[in-house]
């Protein structure tokens, strides 16, 4: 099946700085990618739909301001945490699926953020 | 708009044992349903998927799901469950077939085997 990978696995920043995800599918290629929040033990939370070549459309209640999505080719989507703090600790998970109509989401491995 | 219940939030089984996991959704369309899988630490992996047709869906894993319109339902069963099947289960829900469509999750059941 389709593969998609996420870069870095894990990643601790201090308070106040930035921190960037990168999405990749990796044998294929998406118009479409989704990032999701996932807080301990509790669901997957629809952040915002990443559109190559266009402005991402975020879910009600995500700040655009704060969760940067940049969606620069068919096969990178990038979200850029900004001005992290304590509280955007979370595992960040994304997720792509080829172009077309009948294909499954492909969701890469998560990315779990510490904000100290 | 389209919403996702699962109403168990922890079901503990005996390996061995036949499993159920319950599934409800809101939409006012055809829906487009969803089992995944995620192992502590994980990313997300499918388990099966219906968006048309026969509404016994067989999975990976041994794993099936019928779809009942009536009962706006999709549970997800396994005839006999293995320890290494002890994992949190998501149910959920797309609007489309489209690979632009967006998908969205019930709040997960958490799977414990017994030995």
């Known amino acids: 099946g389709a593969v998609v990978s996420q870069h870095p696995s894990r990643v601790i920043c201090k308070s106040g700085t930035s921190v960037k995800i990168e999405c990749r599918s990796l044998d294929f290629q998406a118009t479409t990618m989704f990032w999701y929040r996932q807080f301990p033990k509790k669901s997957l939370m629809l952040m915002a739909t990443s559109n190559e070549g266009s402005k991402a459309t975020y879910e009600q209640g995500v700040e655009k301001d704060k969760f940067l999505i940049n969606h620069a080719s068919l096969t990178l989507s990038t979200l850029t945490v900004t001005s992290a703090h304590p509280e955007d600790s979370s595992f960040y998970i994304c997720?792509?699926?080829?172009?077309?109509?009948?294909?499954?989401?492909?969701f890469g491995p998560g990315t779990r953020l510490l904000v100290l | 708009a389209q919403s996702v219940t699962q109403p168990d939030i922890h079901i503990t089984v005996s390996e061995g044992a036949s499993l159920e996991l319950r599934c409800n959704y809101s939409?006012?369309?055809?829906?487009?349903l969803f089992w995944y899988v995620q192992s502590p630490g994980q990313g997300l992996q499918l388990l099966l998927k219906?968006?048309?047709?026969?509404?016994l869906v067989q999975g990976i894993k041994g794993f099936e799901a019928e779809f009942k319109r009536s009962q706006s339902s999709f549970n997800l069963r396994k005839p006999s469950v293995h320890w290494s099947d002890a994992a949190e289960y998501f149910c959920?829900?797309?609007?489309?077939?489209?690979?632009?469509?967006?998908?969205?999750f019930g709040s997960g059941t958490r799977l414990s085997i017994r030995p």
């Open positions: 997720s792509a699926s080829p172009s077309g109509i009948g294909e499954t989401q492909y």
């Open positions: 959920a829900v797309a609007s489309g077939d489209s690979s632009a469509s967006k998908i969205i």
């Open positions: 939409y006012g369309a055809t829906p487009y």
């Open positions: 219906y968006f048309s047709g026969d509404t």
